[in-house]
C-alpha cells in the first residue's frame, strides 16, 4: 500500500503525464497544417485520420484531469502548503526533452497508422514523407510550450506558498537597548584638596 505522499506523488505525476497526449495530437495536427496548409482536412481524411475526431473527448478529460490537480495544488499553496519536489533538468534540457519524446510519439503514431489505417503510405514515406520533417519543428514548438507549463506551474505553486507563509503584519521594530545613564555631577573635593580645614596645623 502507498502512504498518503506517496500516493500523492504518484497522481501528480500521473497529471503532469496527461498533458502529453494532448501535446502529441498538437504536433501530428500541426504537421500536417504546416504541410498542406488550408488542404490539411481533406488530406486527413485520405489518409485514414478519421480516428483522431474520437480520441479528442478523452484528451479533453485528461486536461481536465491536469487542470483539476492543478487547482488542487494551487489551494494546497495558497494555504501555505507546497512540497514540490526540484527539477533535476534545467528549463533547456527539459525542453529538449519533451520534443524528442513528442518526435518519438509522432513516429509511433504514423508507423501504426501505415499498418492499420486505410489511404495511409507505410513505411517511413508515411512517417516523414509528404512533409512528414515538420514533425521535428512542430514538436519543438510544442515542447516548449509544455517545458514552460511545467516549470511555470511549478514556479507558480512555490511563489504562492513562500508568500502565504510570510507573517502578514509589519515586521517587528527593533528595541533599541538603553543608553547608561551619565552623571554628570562634579566630585565633591576633600577640605585639603581645597586649601582650608576645620582644624590648625599640628604643633
Known amino acids: 500500500m502507498l502512504r498518503g505522499a506517496d500516493r500523492r506523488a504518484v497522481i501528480a505525476s500521473l497529471a503532469r503525464g496527461a498533458l502529453v497526449p494532448a501535446a502529441g495530437l498538437a504536433v501530428h495536427q500541426l504537421r500536417y497544417w504546416l504541410a498542406f496548409g488550408s488542404g490539411t482536412t481533406a488530406e486527413l481524411r485520405v489518409q485514414g485520420h ?3 475526431h474520437s480520441l479528442v473527448p478523452w484528451i479533453v478529460l ?15 499553496a495558497l494555504g501555505g502548503r507546497c512540497s514540490l519536489p526540484r527539477y533535476t533538468l534545467s528549463f533547456a534540457a527539459l525542453w529538449l526533452t519533451c520534443a524528442a ?46 517545458a514552460a507549463m511545467f516549470h511555470g506551474a511549478r514556479w507558480v505553486l512555490l511563489e504562492v506558498a513562500q508568500r502565504r507563509r510570510r507573517p502578514a503584519g509589519p ?9 547608561p ?3 554628570w555631577r562634579l566630585p565633591r573635593l576633600e577640605p585639603l584638596a581645597d586649601g582650608w580645614s576645620d582644624r590648625g596645623p599640628p604643633r
Open 50 to 52: 478519421s480516428y483522431l
Open 62 to 76: 485528461l486536461i481536465a484531469i491536469s487542470a483539476g490537480m492543478f487547482l488542487r495544488a494551487l489551494g494546497r
Open 101 to 146: 519524446c513528442l518526435v518519438a510519439i509522432y513516429v509511433c503514431q504514423e508507423f501504426l497508422e501505415g499498418l492499420f489505417a486505410v489511404g495511409h503510405p507505410g513505411g517511413l514515406i508515411g512517417i516523414f514523407g509528404y512533409g512528414g520533417w515538420w514533425s521535428v519543428p512542430a514538436a519543438l514548438a510544442v515542447g516548449l510550450v509544455l
Open 171 to 179: 515586521p517587528r521594530r527593533r528595541l533599541s537597548a538603553p543608553c
Open 181 to 183: 545613564r551619565r552623571d
